[in-house]
């Protein structure tokens, strides 16, 4: 397994990152399981597990610490915070008041003394940056964190973050944790840039577009998500009356030709794709199974050459998101009607 430096921190992380986000209820429920997913991708060489407090509501969490009892030293261990850990409304967002009671929680269900690389999990509309990252500047400084990041942040909420922490003396984000893949690569504008300009590091997620990239749509036969799938869960990424999914049903059967030119699985051109971009450092596999671990390992090391990386932007132009759908951050001026309105 290759390995990259994230963000300039001297971290040496591997090209593949464990998601640990379907370890638990979402996913495999099984803890034994769910710990044997976590050594065979350790001893694949993957060294870099990331998770966060909500997935399954901290069980994920719980998991990873008992997977990496005996082999913590070896891991750079991610996690997140912001989203609701309860019903009160300050068990959630980026103040400090929750941010030193979330580490805390987060570190005894990871059952470790420290975090390597601590994520904002989403901004905050309603605390300062200057605040959030005053708080985070002290977990560093206290050793419960090594280095901080944000997880899909607008391009402008970068920007200040650095201009923030340069002009207040505090800890800077040294990663941003975006959404990318063939389908969607609406970061290519901006967001990607500005992570280089500032020398961070890029952890993505979703490579394989939520499963429109696993292999099992598109094709000769026009393959489409079954009913099932549309009704489990987030049926506006998988309902194909609506435009943006028709376009990737499109898309994936055309990429599907050119993975099958390539001699690849159409997950390895996926995540090929991804590392093929300088700004990245580590590209999130979240499996849910065993299988589709040991799967997604087979396409370590993938490498596209220039012909096929040009036959993929013909079918999805760069900086283009087939479909903009609920997973990705829209701030209160796009989702708060008062905000635009007199």
Do not use: C
Request: proline fraction near 6%.
């Amino acid at each position: 397994m290759n390995r990259r430096i994230l963000g300039g921190t001297g971290i040496s992380v591997s090209e593949y990152t464990l998601g640990a986000m379907m370890l638990g209820a979402w996913g495999t429920k099984d803890h034994d399981e769910a710990v044997r997913i976590v050594h065979t991708a350790l001893d694949a060489g993957i060294n870099t597990i990331d998770t966060a407090d909500m997935y399954s509501d901290g069980e994920s969490e719980v998991i990873v610490g008992k997977a990496l009892k005996g082999r913590r030293d070896d891991v750079v261990l991610a996690t997140k915070f912001h989203n609701p850990m309860g019903p009160d409304a300050n068990q959630r967002g980026n103040s400090r008041r929750w941010i030193v009671r979330a580490v805390e929680d987060s570190l005894r269900r990871l059952g470790t003394d420290w975090i390597d690389l601590y994520q904002v999990h989403r901004p905050d509309p309603n605390t300062d940056i200057d605040e959030t990252l005053s708080a985070l500047s002290d977990l560093v400084r206290s050793g419960k964190v090594r280095a901080i990041g944000s997880s899909t942040f607008p391009t402008g909420e970068i920007v200040e973050a650095q201009w923030v922490a340069e002009k207040r003396g505090h800890v800077r984000f040294r990663s941003e944790q975006p959404p990318y893949s063939i389908l969607a690569r609406a970061i290519e504008r901006d967001v990607l840039p500005a992570v280089q300009k500032y020398g961070m590091g890029a952890l993505t997620w979703s490579p394989l577009a939520g499963g429109w990239l696993s292999g099992k749509y598109g094709g000769p036969d026009g393959a489409a998500p079954s009913e099932a799938t549309r009704s489990s869960f987030l049926p506006q990424l998988f309902d194909t009356s609506l435009p943006g999914n028709a376009a990737k049903l499109t898309a994936v059967t055309e990429l599907k030709k050119v993975a099958a030119d390539a001699g690849l699985t159409l997950p390895a051109l996926a995540t090929g794709f991804v590392l093929s971009h300088p700004a990245i450092t580590s590209v999130i596999i979240g499996p849910r199974t065993h299988d589709q671990l040991t799967s997604l390992l087979d396409t370590a090391g993938t490498v596209l050459s220039g012909d096929i990386l040009d036959r993929v932007d013909e079918i999805v132009p760069p900086g283009t998101d087939l479909n903009h759908d609920i997973t990705h951050y829209d701030p209160p001026a796009l989702t708060d009607k008062a905000l635009r309105r007199r």
